[in-house]
């Protein structure tokens, strides 16, 4: 049996981003989703808040393009910011029409507020949302003939121009080596278009609100690869998960501070108006970092999120997620504070692309969280990345259908080679290693850095990466293994761009620098690491 399969597009990912895509280019060709784990596991999956979008008369496209710009510090790229909100209200039109069951008033679509919005113009379904645009999109693609999706199936490798046989190729990518998990075998899958919508980064930290799947497997290839790779630096920490809720840690949406909930410490005062004056509700940077210079100071592990005061039903009805948690955890909210805790959430860096998700190699795409659009500059503005997601895959897919590659012959690929590989069974060194990784970022690498800590961080990184990449020479490829090389190299990214960065600015908060005046903000949003 043939151990290549080919499609028009390859798409990598099942989540918001990867999904839309599907969709639209199934209009135009065969496509294959490839996902690593069941189809709806994702960050999109657990998203609560929901997505940032003008409908209301009261808002208007200068103000949410005004609170991207603040909430980014300075790097956003403007001309992208003005496309991501000017473009997203009909991206979530779309979304309306699939049979996404948002949250209505009435006839009016139900829009809240969190964190940095100066309107309510959070469009959800109560704080489930990104599970409810999973099913309506996995709906559609259940019903799509021209779309087949291969769950537990996780990339290894791009292929470019060096898996080809003959090499009158160009350089382009052609597709990726995947390993069928169940089959335990390497597939070859090629494209004349590969799209990345692998997501985020959050496992890299030992505490995130992410899923398992978040180890910037994209990021990490497309940087093998030799794609350029951006702003890696600026890794979000979301001010509240639930302190001591395991891993990964449950989130608690900012949405509920939107509704009125107050960050508290041990003394009951709001304490983040010593910060900023818009307390609870300043951007996601200001939050996370005055949570954390309390705890330092008080040397307590977490502070706490007071929702008591807000009407009960309102609380049910709208958070039934967070209440039901809280409540298996014996923390009713209705009438206790609830402990949180910075934890990881989102990865602003990633493969640098153009306003059309194109990146530096040919034939190769990359949506939602995995790519560097500039438009979260040096901190996103809450909600607005899943917008992004739906409105850059969609000018991923308009820009593919005009360009019309999608179906020039494809060479001849090489097969895997594993020969002189064993299969280890040490599982303890990439257990080690894993946890390793994760407590150095977390120590060295989180919410306030210093530059000695980040050298100590990037000696450590090195040579934990050549262990790794020593013990991949010689054994046989899992999904562990994959996962652990992966997230090795995205420490090193983030290490090596933090280094790169000599001033503070938006989540890039380092003791040796001061932070950015805003008057000398520079209008570029490019920065990090390169190929
Ligand atoms: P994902 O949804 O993460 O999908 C990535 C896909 O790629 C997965 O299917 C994964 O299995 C697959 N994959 C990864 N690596 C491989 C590989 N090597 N091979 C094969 N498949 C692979 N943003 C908002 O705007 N609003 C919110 O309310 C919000 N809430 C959030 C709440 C939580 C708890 C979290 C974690 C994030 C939240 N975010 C929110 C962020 C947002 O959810 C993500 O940025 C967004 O969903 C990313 O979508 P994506 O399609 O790019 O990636
Ligand atoms: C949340 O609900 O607080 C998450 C929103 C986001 O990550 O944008």
């Given amino acids: ?313 309102l609380l049910k009805n709208t958070f039934p997620n967070i209440y039901d948690k809280c409540l298996s955890l014996k923390i009713d909210i209705t009438k206790e504070m609830i402990p949180v805790v910075p934890a990881a959430h989102y990865c602003c860096g990633g493969v640098y692309t153009t306003e059309n998700g194109e990146t530096s190699i040919i034939g190769l795409y990359a949506i939602g969280e995995v790519a560097m659009t500039g438009v979260h500059g040096a901190n996103r503005l809450a909600s607005n990345s899943l917008l992004e997601a739906l409105v850059f895959s969609y000018r991923a897919f308009n820009k593919i259908k005009e360009v019309g590659d999608y179906k020039t012959n494809l060479p001849e690929i090489k097969e895997w080679n594993d020969s002189g590989t064993i299969n280890n069974q040490e599982w303890i060194l990439i257990a080690h290693n894993r946890k390793e990784i994760q407590t150095l970022m977390m120590d060295y690498v989180g919410i306030v850095r210093s530059k000695i800590r980040l050298e100590r961080a990037k000696d450590r990184i090195n040579l934990i990466l050549n262990e790794i990449l020593e013990f991949y020479k010689r054994t046989k490829v899992t999904e562990e293994l994959i996962e652990l090389r992966n997230l090795a190299i995205v420490a090193n990214l983030i290490i090596s761009s933090a280094l790169s960065r000599n001033e503070s600015r938006g989540l890039h908060y380092i003791l040796d620098f001061p932070n950015v005046d805003d008057l000398n903000w520079k209008k570029d949003s490019f920065s990090g690491v390169t190929t």
């Avoid at 280019?25 to 294959?32: D, E, I, P, W």
């Avoid at 060096?162 to 597939?187: E, M, P």
């Avoid at 960050?263 to 304490?271: I, M, Y």
């Avoid at 818009?278 to 330092?296: F, Q």
């Fill in 1 to 313: 049996m043939s151990n290549s399969e080919t499609s028009n597009f390859l798409v990598i990912g099942s989540g918001i981003a990867g999904l839309t895509f599907a969709l639209n280019a199934a209009k135009l060709g065969s496509v294959t989703i490839i996902t690593k784990k069941e189809k709806r596991e994702s960050n999109t999956n657990y998203a609560q808040g929901g997505i940032a979008s003008v409908f209301s008369n009261d808002d208007s496209f200068e103000s949410h393009i005004n609170d991207t710009l603040i909430a980014g510090a300075g790097i956003c790229n403007e001309k992208r910011v003005e496309i991501l909100v000017k473009e997203g209200p009909i991206r979530v039109k779309e979304l309306l029409n699939f049979g996404a069951e948002f949250t209505f008033e009435g006839d009016e679509i139900q829009l809240r507020r969190e964190g940095g919005h100066s309107h309510n113009r959070i469009v959800h379904a109560n704080d489930l949302t990104g599970k409810e645009i999973e099913r309506v999109l996995l709906q559609k693609i259940s019903e799509n003939k021209n779309i087949k999706i291969l769950e537990n199936h996780i990339c290894v490798d791009l292929l470019t121009e060096h898996q080809t046989i003959n090499s009158n190729f160009q350089k382009r990518c052609w597709g990726v080596y995947a390993l069928d998990v169940n089959a335990n075998k390497i597939k070859i899958f090629k494209s004349n278009v590969t799209i990345l919508a692998t997501g985020g980064v959050g496992q890299v930290y030992l505490h995130t609100t992410n899923p398992l799947i978040a180890t910037g497997d994209g990021i990490a290839m497309s940087y093998r690869a030799g794609a350029k790779i951006s702003n890696m630096e600026f890794i979000q920490f979301h001010p509240t998960s639930l302190f001591n809720s395991g891993s990964p840690s449950f989130l608690i949406s900012e949405a509920l501070r939107g509704a009125g909930a107050i960050l508290k410490n041990k003394n009951g005062e709001d304490f983040i108006s010593k910060y900023d004056i818009r307390g609870s509700l300043a951007s996601r940077d200001i939050v996370a970092r005055a949570i954390d210079s309390e705890l330092k100071q008080s040397g307590e592990q977490y502070v706490y999120l007071d929702a008591t005061h807000i009407d009960k039903q």
